[in-house]
């Protein structure tokens, strides 16, 4: 009997659907199925009746429920007493984040911080959205700092708001809606646009944008660089959505004119950590640290 059997099972006992629970742990259904058919083969006792839907655990399968929330429970509990033994000057705190953080002051933030615990050491690493998302939910990080994604909802993480960041429009400088004040994304039925790639965040956000205007967007080109989609812009491939912050790095505009959008598209960038992990003294003084920083 394996650990990751015990959590397989808790997660199908508390869905009451091998779909829904395997969503939950990230892994294929199949897998799933596998791991619990093995655990009542082992066992030698039936625990799930498959046949119902919702499925049903049998009597056997609740009073299993039982004892396994408790071991987990106690599980967790020792992970917890244990983390409380760790020497301060070894305590690690391990950072996921993405580049384009807008305004938000990541370096005072760190070095505030590091003054008032300077026992513990900061890792700092950069990736897109979605997978410092993974990161977190593998425990391979501690903390994630990032642009909210479409479907957040999956992810079982403690969230706080840190900053909301328009999106502006960005056009060759002979494109007839340069002349205008606003860019009106519902009238962009027939333009070429240059998106980020699918693994980037705004991709998504992008996407879902010129869908709810009612039309799927004709991308001519795929580029996650800021800098070079105002390039392929400035070529005249197409018009691109870039964040306001991501503009900010890249002083030469020459050939492109930047518009403001008449209905905004933001950035929504947070801090998670996952929710059921008990937090460890240097994680739990970081999250109580930011919080300052969080936005309504």
């Not at 939950?24 to 897998?31: E, H, I, K, M, P």
């Not at 993405?98 to 938000?104: E, Y």
């Not at 992990?277 to 930011?290: G, H, S, V």
Request: with cysteine; proline share 5%; aromatic share 8%.
């Amino acid at each position: 009997m394996l650990l990751k059997q015990l959590q397989y099972f808790m997660a199908v006992a508390e869905c009451r659907h091998f779909t829904k629970a395997a969503e939950r742990l990230f892994v294929s259904q199949s897998a799933l199925s596998q791991q619990i058919t093995k655990l009542e083969n082992d066992i030698g006792v039936k625990l799930i009746n498959r046949v119902s839907h919702p499925i049903e655990l049998t009597p056997a399968g609740k009073d299993f429920a039982k004892y396994s929330s408790t071991v987990l429970a106690d599980l967790d509990m020792l992970e917890q007493k244990m983390q409380a033994w760790r020497p301060k000057e070894s305590s690690t705190l391990r950072i996921g984040m993405i580049t384009g953080l807008g305004r938000i002051p990541l370096a005072e933030i760190l070095a505030k911080f590091n003054g008032m615990h300077n026992e513990t050491r900061l890792s700092l690493t950069t990736h897109l959205s979605k997978e410092l998302c993974r990161l977190l939910n593998e425990d391979a990080i501690d903390l994630a700092i990032f642009a909210t994604l479409n479907d957040m909802a999956r992810y079982d993480f403690d969230v706080l708001s840190l900053q909301q960041e328009p999106f502006v429009a960005i056009l060759p400088i002979c494109h007839p809606c340069a002349e205008k004040e606003v860019f009106d994304l519902s009238k962009a039925t027939n333009e070429n646009f240059i998106f980020p790639t699918p693994e980037n965040v705004s991709h998504d956000i992008f996407l879902a944008e010129c869908r709810r205007h009612g039309f799927q967007p004709k991308i001519a080109s795929y580029c996650n660089s800021p800098g070079r989609r105002i390039e392929l812009v400035q070529a005249g491939i197409g018009i691109s959505l870039i964040s306001e912050s991501g503009l900010s790095y890249y002083p030469q505009r020459d050939g492109i004119m930047i518009r403001p959008l008449r209905e905004p598209i933001y950035k929504h960038i947070v801090i998670a950590r996952q929710k059921n992990r008990r937090a460890f003294p240097a994680l739990q003084a970081f999250w109580n640290y930011i919080q300052k920083y969080a936005v309504s």
